[in-house]
């Protein structure tokens, strides 16, 4: 066994997942219509290499990656391309982003280039990379980011462990726990496929330990092969976050501003691996993901395999819809999730969760003034004083915010959870997130401008400075003529003797 | 099954079943045993004048909120006068008149609080304000302490005896008494041997239960040890502020005594004696004035726990709880500063942290 170090703060809140984590794994029925965003992942967006009305295979590709960091999307099921337009993101903003709406034709007939790879062992570390890179394959533990350029880091760091994350600290959610429990050969398989590419022997499979069950199930796939751990963490928020758990496992504390890598240790999600595992093995992209479908206010909370593209309004429809007309729609957990304005929206590749919050689940407290009792001191698992960052954001200092380690802020929330006084701490921060990053933005914007308007100038100024000395040139010459005119009226003789 | 509203709110969307009010309710919840035995053991004169102090705050904390035009409501009933007041008349004499209490209630919220914006912005803990302004303009009401009279007991005052004596009109030198503190300085001030004093006035049980002369609530160390555990097992207060404080005046203690044996009283004395215990549990953990970080709250009961005894030992007063805790309530914003958690991933002057690679891989 190795020894679990202890990390900074973190809180207990009711864990809930008894209420979705008994449910199998169901798969959802396909949708009428799937509307598949072009942008599922951090980094550029995909560009179509699809037309309107074209028929497509299941697995085909709709839209490619661009840029380094950046994502292919592909078709989740066979259909028709109904269009390509904008369309209500899965975000909290309800604005509309370009996105491809596929009419399915219920036939689920794969794209006869699907295939699998014999022995993924045998690829070199850079082919799997790239593999699951076309796969379109980015982090499913909510993050998305594109794996392809997370399994080559290998390249520029000197890494030694590979850290499965199935600790699952968000209350509520439990599909990745249902995952490992039920697919726990293929999650292991894919871990094992993503050690190889990251060239790492060292495989840490972390579950938080009100899991027993998925611990189990990993342990025995696992039997057969050295090198991989099933760890058991304490159940604390927030043991996912990747800092946290790295340093839990290791002892090693990731510097700011750094990646895990630095300290040669790479993160991926179980279902991320089981992802990596169906790429490899059978060829197939990323065209579906499981996610858990609960909250006081869902009728049936269930755990769910659904086409990526699905309309949560489907989602919530499959599970018996809202007991509670006013319930709080939530993509992801509760401490971390987005609040989502419409039940139109598509269910995308990071989003883990739909949760629908009874109007008692969510009970939040007119705000009172703090009393600096110091308890989000003692949780911020960052080593913040999220109260003091409060008060400067609220009086307008964002720069004094800043230089008290707001950007070391990793957004968990366990501040504004724990506060007495129900001080929205969270969201003040986030606030003054944005404002900062907007403002630098501004700044940039200006320092460009004044730059373009003094190239201008200068631009200008050689442009007159030009003219004015080809007029004085124009002038040297004319009055050059002119003098030689005159001398040689002057002195004829002179010039008949030239 | 719509919900085609625009969002507004960011997460968390779940959140602790913690409150202020509730704080402060566990709080009075700790300190009924040792007021109740207070109450009981001082009789009608210190009922009156527990009622009388906790009226005058709700009514001044209302009016002071009609003022600034704040909603009376929700302020008034969070808490937070009712247990300043508490305090305060917890620290004072249990025979004290009538409008010792009011005053001290007056200047506890007012100026020890709403002069300030209300709660959570005053630097100073009110209750000690109020104490020490007390103590100052009314030497002689707010040291004249009387021996235990316990309720139903043959020399217990009646009910309406009791309320004279907190109007004030009954004189009550039948019963004066003094505090251990102040009866052990004076006499010690005067040659007294420590050691025949000690024997003489200090029985470590009476400390211990509480059967002793002393403010209303201060009495009864046990009660009070039970309370502040309480708060710590309920997470209501942190260990470090009561450890701190407590571990402190100790050390202190021990080790004058055990460098001058004839002066000073050793720490069972400091521990059970005076402000000691009420102080270290329930005033020095008002969170408003102390800090916010761990090694912050470490410093800030050290530093309590210091002054309490250096005031004891040599300053001008037989007891320095309120005094300490104030002077270290000065210090807070700068122990604030400067004691801060160290941010993840960055060293205590805010660089990044170089990172680590395990020498061998594995």
Not at chain 1, 26 to 54: D, N, S, T, W
Not at chain 1, 64 to 92: D, E
Not at chain 2, 305 to 322: F, K, M, S
Request: glycine share 10%; charged share 15%; aromatic share 4%.
């Amino acid at each position: 066994m190795i020894k679990i170090h202890g990390i900074r703060g973190g809180i207990h809140p009711e864990g809930r997942k008894h209420l979705s984590a008994g449910q199998p794994i169901e798969a959802l029925p396909l949708p009428a219509l799937l509307h598949i965003p072009l942008a599922q992942h951090i980094g550029a967006p995909a560009v179509p290499l699809v037309r309107r009305g074209q028929q497509v295979a299941k697995g085909e590709m709709l839209a490619r990656a661009q840029g380094a960091i950046s994502a292919p999307v592909h078709a989740s099921t066979s259909g028709r391309v109904l269009g390509i337009g904008q369309y209500p993101a899965h975000h909290a903003s309800g604005l509309s982003v370009p996105t491809i709406t596929l009419q399915p034709d219920g036939e689920e007939r794969w794209h006869e280039r699907i295939q699998g790879v014999e022995d993924p062992f045998a690829l070199s570390p850079e082919a799997i990379a790239e593999r699951v890179a076309e796969a379109g394959i980015v982090g499913l533990g909510g993050a998305a980011f594109p794996s392809g350029v997370k399994l080559d880091l290998r390249r520029k760091y000197r890494l030694h462990t590979l850290i499965i994350n199935g600790s699952e600290c968000e209350p509520y959610l439990s599909c990745d726990d249902r995952l490992m429990r039920e697919r726990p050969d293929g999650v292991i398989d894919g871990a094992r496929i993503m050690a190889h590419a990251l060239g790492v022997e060292r495989i840490l499979i972390a579950l938080e330990d009100n899991k027993p069950e998925a611990r189990a199930a990993l342990a025995k796939a696992a039997a057969d092969w050295s090198g991989i751990q099933v760890v058991k963490v304490p159940t604390r928020y927030p043991m996912g976050s990747e800092r946290h758990l790295t340093q839990a496992l290791t002892g090693v504390e990731t510097p700011a501003r750094a990646l895990t890598a630095d300290i040669g240790v790479v993160v991926h999600n179980p279902a991320t691996a089981f992802a990596v595992h169906e790429a490899l093995r059978l060829g197939r992209p990323l065209v579906e993901r499981v996610v858990t479908v609960s909250g006081g206010a869902i009728a049936r909370p269930a755990n769910v395999r659904l086409p990526l593209g699905t309309p949560v309004r489907d989602l919530l429809a499959h599970c018996g819809g809202l007991s509670e007309p006013e319930a709080q729609l939530i993509s992801g957990g509760p401490m971390m999730g987005q609040p989502l304005p419409s039940t139109r929206v598509p269910m995308v590749k990071g989003s883990n969760g739909i949760l629908a919050l009874s109007a008692a689940e969510r009970a939040r407290p007119e705000p009172m003034p703090c009393i600096r009792c110091g308890q989000c001191v003692d949780v911020c698992p960052c080593g913040l004083v999220p109260l003091e960052l409060g008060a400067r954001i609220r009086a307008g200092d964002y720069e004094g915010a800043r230089a008290r380690g707001l950007t070391d802020c990793m957004g968990c929330g366990s501040c504004a959870y724990v506060c007495p006084g129900a001080i929205p701490l969270a969201q003040l921060i986030n606030h003054a997130k944005g404002e900062l990053a907007a403002r630098a933005r501004a700044k940039q914007k200006q320092a460009e401008t004044k730059r373009l308007a003094e190239q201008r100038s200068a631009r200008m100024e050689a442009i007159k400075r030009a003219k004015r000395e080809a007029m004085e040139q124009r002038k040297r010459e004319l009055a050059a003529k002119k003098a030689a005119e005159a001398a040689a009226k002057d002195s004829p003789a002179a010039t008949e003797e030239a | 099954m719509q919900i085609e509203h625009a969002a507004t709110l960011a997460g968390p969307f779940t959140r602790t079943r913690n409150s202020i009010p509730r704080t402060m309710a566990l709080v009075m919840l700790a300190l009924t045993p040792a007021t109740l035995f207070g109450l009981w053991q001082f009789g009608w004169p210190a009922i009156w004048l527990f009622g009388v102090t906790l009226a005058a705050a709700l009514a001044v904390e209302a009016a002071a909120l009609q003022l600034a035009g704040k909603p009376i409501g929700r302020s008034l009933f969070d808490g937070s006068a009712l247990l300043t007041a508490w305090l305060l008349a917890l620290s004072l004499p249990p025979w004290a008149p009538w409008w010792i209490g009011v005053i001290g209630a007056l200047i506890a919220i007012l100026i020890g609080k709403q002069v300030f914006g209300g709660l959570g912005q005053n630097p100073f803990n009110p209750a000690m304000v109020a104490r020490v302004a007390l103590l100052i303009a009314f030497p002689l009401e707010m040291t004249q302490f009387v021996a235990p009279a316990p309720l139903f007991s043959a020399q217990a005052s009646d009910l309406g005896e009791g309320l004279a004596i907190a109007l004030g009109s009954q004189p009550i030198d039948a019963l004066s008494g003094a505090t251990l503190l102040g009866t052990v300085r004076t006499e010690l001030g005067q040659g007294a041997e420590l050691g025949t004093l000690l024997s003489d006035h200090f029985a470590p049980l009476a400390g211990v239960f509480g059967t002793a002369s002393g403010s209303l609530g201060e009495t009864s160390a046990l009660l009070l040890l039970l309370g502040g555990l309480f708060l710590i097992a309920t997470r209501v207060i942190s260990w470090r502020i009561p450890l701190a404080l407590l571990g402190t005046v100790a050390l202190l203690a021990t080790l004058m005594q055990l460098i001058d044996p004839a002066h000073h009283a050793g720490a069972l004395y400091h521990l059970l004696s005076g402000a000691t215990l009420l102080g270290a549990f329930f005033i020095a953990t008002d969170p408003v004035t102390s800090p916010v970080s761990a090694r912050g709250q470490l410093l800030f009961g050290a530093g309590c726990g210091a002054l309490i005894y250096i005031i004891r030992a040599w300053g001008g007063y037989p007891e320095g709880v309120a005094f300490a805790v104030l002077l270290m309530n000065a210090c807070t914003p700068l122990i604030d500063q400067a004691l801060r958690p160290r941010i993840l991933g960055r060293n205590r002057r805010g660089q990044p942290l170089e990172p680590e690679l395990p020498e061998t891989r594995p």
